[in-house]
């Protein structure tokens, strides 16, 4: 079984908790996946299965595209609602500044990781440290916020206000961070109160599948399964027209005499098929003599 699933995670599971699951479905079957999912969020995690898991390095996870509920009034360790919550007390925000608010966070930036993360600091992770109530200095990472928008607000039991914003981020984005951020700004505090991906590269929340279908479908995998190059579609493919090259590929030998894009530089990779199956990825490389071959970095068949 050769290929990528996209799970649609559900709330109160980590990634590999997923993992470990498929694997009582398939036990047979090596498998790992694109991009962590924190155990609170739900929605799109990437899964690589069989020969697909060694084509992870090239798999694109962006955009990330999420939607998130904050809480304002609220603000917490963790800024999320999930941690030690604390109430501000300022429940009441200009309304009309939500638009320039929204818009101030938009594009490149430096986003300072929250304490309560997987980061390392000195070999240790951040939330180890932070459970043992030691704050450490960090230094801001860039991350770049491609898209920020207000789907709905409205107000809780208490009489907090709530927005749901839709996020469309880079890797590395702390989508709670974000809505602290924006909570700050406000002068209410904020906290994230759900978290749903529905977008990484190429898989959507659309086309998931819970793992209760999966199971299901435990047979069925052409029903669920996406080829091995499905995530790979912006990456150039050289179709393999001689029986002798897919043999020189086998033998990790280089490749000749292929219809090169001359628009793509050497050290450009093309994912080789072969009879409408991806057997390979190489690179482009460059003779003593000028040639162009195309030397495999992953043979797969």
Not at 59 to 65: L, N, R
Not at 125 to 152: D, S
Not at 218 to 234: I, T
């Amino acid at each position: 079984m050769n290929g990528f699933v996209s799970i649609c995670k559900d709330q109160g599971m980590s990634s590999f908790d997923v993992i470990r699951q498929l694997r009582r479905m398939f036990p047979s079957v090596r498998m790992g996946h694109a991009g962590t999912l924190d155990p609170m969020a739900t929605g799109v995690l990437p899964i690589a299965m069989g020969k697909a898991t060694r084509l992870l390095e090239y798999v694109s996870t962006e955009p990330k595209v999420y939607q998130a509920d904050m809480l304002l009034g609220l603000t917490s360790d963790t800024q999320d609602i999930w941690g030690e919550l604390n109430d501000s007390g300022h429940y009441e925000y200009e309304t009309g500044r939500i638009g320039d608010c929204l818009a101030a966070w938009r594009g490149e930036q430096k986003q300072l990781s929250p304490m309560y993360s997987a980061r390392h600091y000195k070999g240790q992770r951040l939330y180890k440290l932070a459970r043992q109530g030691i704050e450490v200095e960090r230094e801001a990472r860039p991350v770049t916020i491609y898209r920020l928008e207000l789907k709905e607000s409205a107000r809780d039991a208490q009489g907090r206000p709530w927005l749901t914003l839709e996020i469309s981020c880079s890797g590395g984005t702390y989508v709670r961070t974000l809505c602290h951020d924006i909570g700050q700004d406000l002068g209410t505090g904020a906290v994230m109160s759900s978290l749903c991906r529905l977008q990484s590269g190429v898989f959507t929340l659309e086309h998931s599948y819970r793992l209760e279908q999966i199971k299901a479908l435990v047979n069925e995998p052409a029903k669920w399964l996406l080829p091995l190059d499905a995530p790979l579609k912006d990456m150039p493919a050289l179709e393999m027209t001689r029986q002798e090259q897919e043999d020189d590929l086998s033998m990790g030998r280089f490749l000749y005499d292929l219809e090169i894009n001359d628009s793509h530089e050497i050290g450009t990779h093309y994912r080789l098929r072969w009879q409408d199956n991806l057997i390979a990825i190489g690179k482009t490389a460059q003779t003593e003599t000028g040639a162009v071959i195309v030397r495999p970095v992953k043979v797969l068949a």
